[in-house]
């Protein structure tokens, strides 16, 4: 399919992202931003490696943070904070090396921040607040 962007930001959608999205494998910027969303991230969504931009922010989405997301190697901006989205940072987060911004905070993530994230060198705004995180920071090219 050769739908690039799909902008639904600051609208009135309710109920669930329908999983047909992930059928638009083009996809290079995903906005459902501030809207009334519930449900959790559609499992098809793991078909969108293309994206650059995925924006999910203030509304009521469920779950943990997909696996999945490990595979968006040309992700730069992900945003999901001011859900409710519980569990940890995966691991594959690490695999993210063009990912600049990462927005988590006012969740409910827990757990403690993987020794991968130090991988995402380009990461030049990280916001994690408000979330139930432990144990120590990683060191490295984060720390500094």
């Known amino acids: 399919m050769k739908l690039q962007e799909v902008d639904l930001w600051g609208n009135d959608f309710e109920g669930a992202i329908p999983e047909d999205f992930g059928n638009c494998t083009g996809l290079k910027i995903f906005d459902a931003s501030n809207n009334f969303l519930t449900g959790s991230i559609p499992r098809s969504f793991e078909k969108l490696v293309k994206l650059q ?3 999910l922010w203030n509304n009521s989405l469920v779950g943990a943070i997909p696996d999945y997301f490990g595979n968006y190697t040309e992700l730069t901006f992900l945003d999901i904070s001011r859900n ?3 569990g940890s940072i995966p691991r ?6 063009k990912l600049q911004f990462l927005h ?7 757990g403690i921040i ?20 432990s144990g120590e920071f990683p060191a490295g090219p984060l720390a500094i």
């Open 53 to 55: 931009d995925l924006k």
């Open 104 to 110: 988590l905070s006012v969740n409910q993530l827990s």
């Open 84 to 86: 409710l989205i519980m």
């Open 92 to 97: 594959s987060f690490g695999k993210l090396a």
């Open 114 to 133: 993987p020794v991968e994230i130090v991988n995402c060198t380009k990461l030049i705004n990280l916001t994690l607040g408000y979330n139930k995180f």
